[in-house]
DNA sequence: AATGAATGAGATTTCATTCAT
DNA sequence: TATGAATGAAATCTCATTCAT
C-alpha cells in the first residue's frame, strides 16, 4: 500500500548487513562531524544523513564518542594507505615523494571532510577523543616525516647536515601549508592537486635543496 | 546595604566603566572559546572567568553569538595590527618582510587563544558567525598576502612573472605552515619564534627566489 | 536450510514445544524482575538469559506486562501450594500450623527471586499489573491468615476473644517479619529456615498463645 | 496580563532562597520516588509536584541519584531522630522501649513514603545509592536492635540468655513486621499507631518475656 | 550596575515493540 | 518456529537566555 511495485528498488527502506550499515553510518558521521566539529554535531543529523534512525547510530557506534572515535580511526587509516601506496612505488626517492606527497594533497584536498575531522578538532573532548586524535595525527605525520627525512638523506652531502629535527620541521610545515591550501584550490578550481604539489614543491623543495647545497638565507642588515 | 562603605577593599567588586568590563569580558571569552570551540563553550563559564555574572555578559554583549562576534573581531584587529606594526617600520622591504612574518609567526604562537579563536572554529555556526570568521580570515591573509606580493615584487625580474595568484597561494602556505608549527613548536620549547621563522625562510623563502631566478622544480623521471 | 539434520546436538537450537519453552521464559523472566524491578527490567536480558531471541518472548507472552504479569500468576501459586502441601500433612492442628510457616519461611527465604517480584515491587505500575501483584499479595495473606486463624481457633479458649481481625493482624506481623528475617539470615548463614521459625515461634507464638491465655502486656507506669 | 493584582499572593512563582527550595524539592522527590520506586520516578514528576521546573532540581540536586541519595539520607536521619526523641525520655527501661517503638511504628505509618523509599528500594540501583540505602537501614536498624537489647537485658535473668544475636533478630523481626503492618493500618483506620504497638507487644514482647522466663516453644509431636 | 532564581528547548541515550525474512 | 534489523517514544541532563529584585 505505501510500496508500489514500481518502485525504485534501489531505496525503500533496506534491511542491510550490519558491516555495510556501519561503514554507511561513518561515512555519514564524517560529513558531519566534518561540517560541524564535534560538540556542535547532532547524531540526528548523522542518522538521517544515513538514512536510518538515530537508535540505530547508538546500536552500531556506541555512543557519539564512539562513533567519532570510529570516524578518526577509519579515516587516518585510510589516508596514510594513500599515502604509503603512492610512496612505495619503485624509482627514485625524489620521485617517490613527489608521489606520496601528491596523493597526500591529493587526498586531503578530495577528501576534505575527512582530513578536517583528523586535523581541525579542538583537543579538549575528553581523554579518549584527544588520544584517539594525537594518534592519528601522529600516525601521518610520521608518515611525512619519513618521506622528507629520505629525501634530505637522498639529496644530502652539501655542507650542512639536516637530520630527524629538520625532518619534522619540514613534515609539520608542509603539513600545515597543504591544509591551508585546501582553501586556496576551492577558489582556484582550475588547479589540479598535481599542480598544486609543483608549486609547493617549487617553493619547498627547491628551498630545501638549496639549503642543503649551502645556501642559507639570513636577515639582512636592515 | 550588605555594602557598607568602609568594607574592606580586599574582594574588589569592582564597579567598572563600561569598555573595561567590556574588554575584561572579551578577555575571559577568547580563552574559552579558544579551549573549547564555540558550541562547547559554554556562558557560565565566560561570566565566571570574568568574574561577574551572566546576566552582565548578555547586558554588554547580548548573546553569545554578539559575544564571539566581538572576540572575532577584536582579535583579528590586534593580529593585522602586529603585523602592520612590525612591517611598517623602515629599512629594506626584504626586511620588512621578514618582520612582518616573524611579527605573524610569533603572534601565532603567542596569542594561540586568539588564533585558535579565528583560525580553528568551523565556519558553520549561522551566517553571522560564518561571515565574521570569514572576514577575518580574509583580513589576515589580505595582509599576508600583500607582505608576501610586495617581496615577490621587489625580487622579481627574473624569467618567470610571479602574480597575485602567487602571492596569495604563498601566503595560504605561510598561514598553514605556521599553524601548524605551533604544533611543533610546543614540542620544541627551544625554539625562539624568531629561529622558526628563519628555519622557515630557509625553505620557503630561498626556494621562492630560486624559483624566481628561474630555477623550476620539475618531477625527475621515474 | 543453515540446519542440517546431522548437526552437533551439543548447541541444542531446541525446537521446544510452547508449554516448555514458555515456562523457561518465565523462569528468566522471574530472575530479572526480581533483581531488577519492574521498570529496570529489560526484556533483551530476560530473552537472553531463557536462551531465545526477543521476538519470541513476544510471542509467548504478548508483552512485558503480560509477562510481569504471567510471572506473579505462577509465582503466586506456587508459593500458595508449597504452603498448603505442608500445611495438609495430618497431625495436630499446631504443627500443621508449624509446617505451614515454616514452609512459608523455606519458601520465601529459597525463592527470594519469587518472593521479590510479588512482594517488592511497587503497585503503582498500571492498572492491570496493579491489579495483579494485590490479588497475587492477598491470595498470600489469605493463605497465612487462614492457618493463624486455625491455629488461633485451636488454641483458643481463654478470657479473650481472638476474631478474625486479629488472625490479619498476626498473619500482617508474620509475613512482613519472614520477609525481613530473609535480610537476617543473609548474614548468618548458618541458621536454617526452619530454626528460624522456630526462633520466631518462640517469640510470637509463645507471646500469642500467653495472650491467649489473659495475659496482656500494657504500657508500664513511667 | 497573566497575572491579575488580585491574585492570591501565596502561590505565584515564588523566587524563594535556596534552601527552602532545596526542602520542597525534598519533599517531592521522597512522595515520588516511594510512590514509583527510584527507576520509575521520573524527574519531571518530582519537579511538577515541587511546582518547579526540571532544569532547578539538576541545578540544586545534580542528579537524579544525587537526590535520591539526598532524600534518603534525611528520612533516615528523620526516623531516627524521631526514635531517639522517644526513647530518650526518662523512666524504666520497657517505657522507654515501648515510647521508642510507637515513635517508629508512629512514623512508618504516618510517613509511609519516607520509610518506602528507605526499605523497600531494591538494592540494584549502582554503587552509590546501594551503599546509602544500606547506610540508611543500618543506622534504623541499630536504633531499633539498641532498644529491643535494652529490654531483654532488662528483663533478663531467666535461665535463657539472650544476646546481640538475638536482639538482631528480634529487630529485623519487628522492623517487617511494622512496615507490613501499615498495610494492615490501612484497611483498619480506626487503629491508632499506639494501639498497633499494644497489639504487637501482646505478640511479641509478652512472647520474649516468656522465653526469658525458660518457656520455649518446640514442634510437637506430629 | 548587578545578580540569584528560574526556564524552554534541545542534546544524548535507552527500550518496548515490530518488520521482513 | 525463529531472528537480525529497525524505530517511536520517552528518559536524563545541559545551556542560552530572561525575570524580579
Known amino acids: 500500500m505505501t510500496d508500489k511495485p514500481d518502485d525504485k528498488p534501489d531505496k525503500p527502506r533496506r534491511r542491510l548487513p550490519r558491516s555495510v550499515r556501519e561503514q554507511e553510518i561513518l561515512d555519514a558521521a564524517v560529513q558531519v562531524f566534518s561540517k560541524r566539529g564535534y560538540r556542535a554535531a547532532v547524531v540526528d ?67 576534505r571532510d575527512s582530513w578536517v575531522v583528523m586535523h581541525r578538532q579542538a583537543p579538549e573532548q575528553g581523554e579518549e577523543i584527544a588520544g584517539e586524535l594525537a594518534a592519528a595525527r601522529r600516525s601521518v605525520m610520521a608518515e611525512v616525516t619519513g618521506l622528507v627525512g629520505a629525501g634530505i638523506a637522498e639529496g644530502g652531502g652539501g655542507p650542512i647536515k639536516l637530520g630527524a629535527e629538520d625532518a619534522e620541521f619540514v613534515a609539520h610545515a608542509l603539513v600545515g601549508a597543504a591544509d591551508s591550501l585546501t582553501d586556496w584550490m576551492e577558489r582556484h578550481p582550475g588547479e589540479s592537486p598535481e599542480a598544486v604539489t609543483v608549486r609547493l614543491m617549487n617553493v619547498m623543495w627547491v628551498g630545501m635543496r638549496n639549503v642543503l647545497a649551502g645556501e642559507v638565507w639570513s636577515r639582512p642588515e636592515g
Open 45 to 111: 543529523e548523522i542518522a538521517e544523513l544515513a538514512g536510518i534512525s538515530k537508535p540505530m547510530v547508538y546500536l552500531y557506534l556506541g555512543s557519539k564518542e564512539g562513533l567519532f572515535v570510529a570516524c578518526v580511526r577509519r579515516e587516518s587509516a585510510r589516508l596514510v594507505a594513500a599515502f604509503r601506496e603512492a610512496a612505495d612505488a619503485g624509482g627514485p626517492p625524489e620521485g617517490r615523494l613527489w608521489a606520496g606527497l601528491a596523493a597526500f594533497f591529493g587526498y586531503v584536498a578530495e577528501h
